[in-house]
């Protein structure tokens, strides 16, 4: 079974809901109504009606019954005042609540999920990454035994699945937060189905070179198997030590990891970034995400340049981490 059609399959039962804030745009507004529609999950849309009665007019959207929030007029406002005021922890008064949560639909969109109206979010479409993550990370925050949050892609090529991170937060990890981001990609990769051999890539090999930058891979190898011994991780691992079984068994004969990785844990965020564009463009995979990992309720981020079938399938992805936050409640 493909990517998608297992998540569908995992989904549609439940129906968690999921909180779009960029309601006026026609590739969210789309999504969110074939989503509704095809019952994979229950959508709210945020902004003011008569936007988003426009942009569905003019796209040719039938909205039906879809649920949509207007903040300027929305009858619990002063329960998510409340709420900020007291997650901020004295870092904003009422007053500075009120104008971030009525001004921000994302900062609306995460008290949604902070409150328990909705179970996760997508956005970016129409905003950067920062203006996604900052409110995710205020708000939400990180879940215990995180320090910080990464972000990865689900790259899909027909039935070939793989887990490629981190591709979009972190510029420059130490040794922790490799280790962290290893252990958290395992955790991903089991909600889409992949069970997960993780590989710390360098540009060593089991010590085949020696550097600062080879050796904070082998601390995050060693952190990372100390905290979840229960995983199967190694590193350090050049890509083709990673991948192909041949050259795994030439430079790591004993990894029980090397030569069919399937996550994969980037050094840098340079090296992410670049890494998941190659395979992208020249590879034929299909790039879903940046999906937003270690945070307490599922946040995922949109880019600027998607289409509809993007958010479509993004909504999935963050339907799926919300039923496994469901399981572990």
């Known amino acids: 079974m493909q990517l998608f059609e297992m998540l569908e399959t995992k989904v549609k039962a439940a129906r968690p809901t999921i909180v779009f804030p960029e309601g006026i745009d026609a590739r969210v507004l789309g999504a969110a109504v074939r989503l509704k529609n095809d019952g994979m999950v229950t959508p709210i849309v945020i902004g ?22 207007d903040p300027a ?8 005042v ?14 500075q609540a009120r104008e971030l949560i009525l001004k921000d639909v994302n900062t ?17 479409a129409m905003h950067a990454t920062a ?17 910080k949050t990464s972000g990865v892609f689900i790259m899909v090529r027909g039935d070939e699945q793989y887990v490629f991170a981190d591709c979009a937060i972190n510029i420059a990890p ?26 710390l890539l360098s540009f060593s090999t089991k010590g085949s070179a020696k550097s600062p930058e080879t050796e904070r891979v082998v601390e995050a190898t060693r952190l990372a198997k100390e905290r979840a011994p229960e995983l199967a991780i190694d590193g350090e691992l050049q ?9 795994a068994k030439t430079k790591a004969p004993d990894s029980d990891v090397a030569g069919q990785a399937n996550v994969l ?14 395979a992208q463009r020249l590879g034929g995979f299909e790039a879903i995400g940046p999906i937003l990992q270690g945070l307490n309720k599922p946040v995922n981020d949109l880019s600027r340049g998607c289409n509809e079938e993007d958010v479509y399938k993004l909504a999935l992805i963050t339907a799926a981490q919300a039923l496994d936050e469901r399981a572990e409640a």
């Open 108 to 124: 609306f969109g995460t008290m949604l999920v902070h409150t328990g109206k909705a179970e996760g979010l997508v956005s970016g």
């Open 239 to 247: 890509f083709d030590a990673a991948f192909v079984p041949s050259v």
């Open 131 to 147: 203006d996604t993550v900052r409110p995710a990370l205020q708000i939400i925050k990180m879940q215990e035994g995180y320090k």
């Open 174 to 199: 130490d040794a922790n937060d490799l280790a962290e981001n290893a252990i958290a990609s395992a955790k991903t990769a089991k909600t889409f189905g992949i069970e997960p051999k993780v590989a």
């Open 48 to 69: 003011p009606r008569e936007k988003i009665e426009q942009t569905a007019s003019e796209n040719g959207i039938e909205l039906g019954d879809l649920t949509t929030i």
């Open 73 to 80: 007029t929305y009858e619990g406002l002063e329960e998510l």
């Open 265 to 278: 844990i980037f050094p840098s965020l340079e090296a992410g970034n670049i890494g998941y564009k190659i």
């Open 82 to 95: 409340a709420s900020f005021v007291e997650r901020r922890k004295g870092k904003a008064t009422e007053e």
